[in-house]
């Protein structure tokens, strides 16, 4: 990737064919893989080496990946991706919440995790940097909160407008009800997600091509919602196919 | 012991105690009557008199009674009645005798026969209403309820019925009293029981018993041995009449066949089951290996192909052997996340986190999921407006739906159209898929497992619609599977909503 400097991470997980696979993968991207196969290993291999990324298996055999996670967060700034494998939405969440940058489901291929790790490397560095965001069409300028649909100017309400800052300044990253509720409404809010769900659903309908297949605000069932990074503004125009009642 | 009743019991005798009670006050009636009327129509009349009298008794009488009040009768005539001054005129005398005996046996036989005719049909009648309902009966306790009834109607007793069974093969028999009889048989007649039947050397030769408390067990004996035993609550009745012990042992035999038919078709019934789960596991052993080894195949083989050298060189080679691999893992990752489903939905560890979903939002998933995959089927979405928000495990929703539309996309001709629109009514949110493909040739078959539309359709385990259905109803909800009037298959999904739950405006 770029430069020639190395970006370290750490694995941890069980598997060894996991690891080896993620290590050999990796090494063309310019990682440099470290390997610990349990929790405790983990620990004392991140204190030892302070990797600028990590990437955690919650299905450890020493402790509860949760667990090892809370742990880390105590002092550990860096990117945490969180593997983890089908029909476990409820320990994605707690993740999530508990500080997780990402997650990935197992199995997966070489381009999705380097897509998130990717974005959790950058993010992590960036931050929100740059005023104006653009995908697709659509381009939010949160220093003047002007927010243009291919090049017609979009009135948003404040909680609209609200949401969809917490979302680009997310963008890439899933985040979970209680995250998006918390940062918008104020952690007194986490109990109402029917909010959530009417905010999302109005500016679906304010800024996607076509409402009922969303391709900029992505719902992850049973997590929460994703903000897409739409790359070049005018290489596709979807058809709108869909006939609405 | 129970003692054995014989075939033929009643003995038949010349005049009961019975008979003779009553005959000496009718006798006594009829010479008094006799002498009273003597004086006005004269000894002839009576003697007349007499043998009407001796006629009509034939009504009630045996043979040998009418005989012996016939000649006490003549007698008393002969030398009482008959004037002293008139010549007593022997040869008229016992002409009118043997005429009154003629007479009365003939009334009574005539009687008997009737009475035998009108037994005989009540009890062919009966027979017939058991056969009849015995024939209808659809269990085993039907069978038992039928008979207890039946058999307590006929012999005006009360009755019990017990199934014989062998636990194992040649050991002792053990008897199962029905619940529908109208009397428990003793703790005690059960043990002397069971040690007639296990003396017998066969069950087939188990007879007619009669108990120390006077009841009866009559044996059930059907083409193959003893079937069953019923319980007659009172000896007396078949003790009687041989025809009684006849009617028994024919409604006995009727019991017992179809006692022994139903057990036939409990038997017949378990082996079908049987050779239904056979059929099922061989079918899963087939389809699972089949489906588990070929990419598998695909995988070691291209993957061994890519560590040759001379492979290797080939750059494209190289591409598209490991796109091989990728293809045959992603098969091989749904095969086992189906099976992964199908146990979680059949040990019924399936446990919704149910939650407020936006419908639109979980078939938007589904859709884009699709898309993703390379399906080119256009998928039209049509929603009413104000849908109400649903009350489902949106995890389960979206691999249920995802399921059926794949589903869809897999059985109809590439880049067909499959519609799916929503509406909601009352408490629930229906969800209707169709395609425009070939339609479900056996729509109520497609939810089983195992089973697979057209076998010429690459892979899978036909297991994708019976997960979307344990799915759905795990989180109270329908589906049904149809072909469209126009064509086209049709799925309706039904699922719980709230109308609490805040509308959400649509445009």
């Known amino acids: 990737m770029n430069q020639s400097k190395k970006q370290h991470l750490l694995v941890i997980d069980d598997e060894n064919q996991i690891r080896r696979f993620i290590r050999l993968a990796l090494a063309p991207h310019g990682y440099d893989v470290l390997e610990a196969r349990t929790g405790e290993e983990g620990i004392q291999l991140a204190i030892q080496q302070s990797p600028d990324g990590i990437i955690l298996d919650l299905g450890l055999p020493d402790m509860d990946g949760i667990r090892v996670l809370h742990q880390l967060r105590e002092w550990y700034q860096g990117p945490i991706i969180i593997l983890s494998v089908r029909d476990d939405e409820e320990s994605i969440v707690n993740a999530l919440d508990s500080g997780a940058h990402d997650y990935i489901r197992k199995p997966f291929m070489l381009g999705e995790l380097l897509a998130r790790l990717r974005l959790a490397m950058r993010s992590h560095q960036v931050g929100l940097a740059t005023p104006v965001y653009s995908s697709g069409g659509l381009v939010v300028d949160l220093a003047t909160r002007k927010v243009t649909l291919e090049g017609k100017e979009i009135r948003l309400t404040v909680t609209e407008y609200e949401l969809l800052k917490c979302l680009i300044k997310h963008r890439g990253k899933v985040l979970t009800h209680n995250q998006i509720l918390t940062e918008v409404w104020g952690p007194k809010s986490v109990e109402h997600i029917q909010y959530l769900r009417v905010y999302i659903g109005h500016l679906r309908q304010k800024l996607e091509t076509d409402a009922n297949k969303p391709k900029l605000i992505i719902t992850e069932p049973g997590v929460g919602y994703r903000m897409q990074n739409l790359e070049a503004p005018t290489a596709e125009t979807p058809e709108p196919v869909s006939s609405e009642a | ?507």
């Open chain 2, 1 to 507: 012991m129970p003692v054995l009743i014989p075939p033929s019991s009643q003995k038949r005798r010349l005049i009961t105690w019975h008979e003779l009670k009553i005959s000496i006050p009718i006798l006594t009636s009829v010479f008094l009557l006799g002498t009273l009327i003597e004086p006005f129509i004269g000894h002839v009349a009576v003697g007349i008199f007499f043998m009407i009298a001796i006629a009509v008794s034939g009504l009630f009488f045996a043979r040998i009674t009418i005989f012996s009040l016939a000649s006490l009768l003549i007698l008393i005539y002969y030398y009482w009645l008959f004037p002293p001054d008139e010549p007593k005129d022997l040869p008229t005398v016992i002409a009118l005798f043997i005429a009154a005996v003629s007479i009365g046996g003939l009334v009574n036989q005539l009687k008997n026969q009737a009475n035998a005719l009108h037994l005989r049909e009540q009890a062919t009648q009966l027979l017939y209403t058991l056969a009849r309902e015995l024939a209808q009966a659809q269990s085993r306790d039907d069978v038992a309820r039928i008979s207890c009834d039946s058999m307590s109607d006929l012999f005006d007793q009360r009755v019990a019925l017990a199934f014989l069974s062998f636990k194992e093969p040649g050991r002792q028999p053990h008897l199962d009293w029905d619940a529908s009889g109208h009397i428990q048989p003793s703790e005690e007649e059960c043990q002397d029981l069971l040690k007639t039947l296990g003396d017998a050397t066969s069950p087939r030769e188990f007879k007619m018993y009669k108990t120390r408390s006077g009841r009866v067990y009559l044996p059930l004996i059907g083409r193959d041995g003893l079937v069953g035993i019923l319980l007659i609550g009172n000896a007396a009745i078949l003790e009687k009449s041989e025809d009684r012990q006849r009617l028994a042992a024919t409604s006995a035999h009727q019991i017992a066949v179809a006692i022994e038919r139903e057990n036939f078709q409990t038997s017949s019934r378990a082996v079908e089951i049987m050779e239904r789960t056979q059929l099922l596991y061989k079918t899963l052993l087939n389809s699972v290996s089949h489906e588990l080894k070929t990419p598998l195949v695909a995988i070691t083989g291209s993957s061994s192909a890519l560590m040759d050298e001379a492979t290797s060189r080939d750059q494209n080679l190289v591409q598209s052997l490991a796109a091989e691999i990728l293809t045959a893992s992603q098969r091989l990752r749904s095969v086992v996340e189906n099976l992964l489903d199908m146990s979680r939905i059949d040990s019924g560890m399936l446990k919704p986190r149910r939650e407020f979903c936006d419908v639109r939002d979980l078939l938007a998933v589904v859709v884009q999921r699709l898309e993703w995959e390379g399906h080119p089927e256009v998928i039209q979405l049509e929603f009413q407006k104000d849908l109400p928000e649903i009350w489902v495990d949106p995890v389960l929703v979206d691999q249920a739906l995802s399921n059926i539309v794949h589903n869809a996309c897999v059985y109809t001709p590439k880049n067909t159209n499959i519609e799916i629109s929503v509406r909601a009514s009352g408490d629930c949110a229906y969800i209707s898929i169709r395609d425009h493909g070939p339609g479900l040739s056996e729509p109520a078959k497609v939810f089983e497992k195992f089973y697979r539309g057209s076998p010429q359709n690459p892979g899978g385990l036909g297991l994708g619609l019976s997960i979307a259905q344990g799915f759905i109803e795990a989180q109270g909800g329908t589906i049904e599977a149809g072909n469209h009037p126009e064509g086209g298959a049709i799925f309706t999904v039904t699922l719980p909503c709230h109308q609490q739950a805040l509308p959400l405006t649509n445009g």
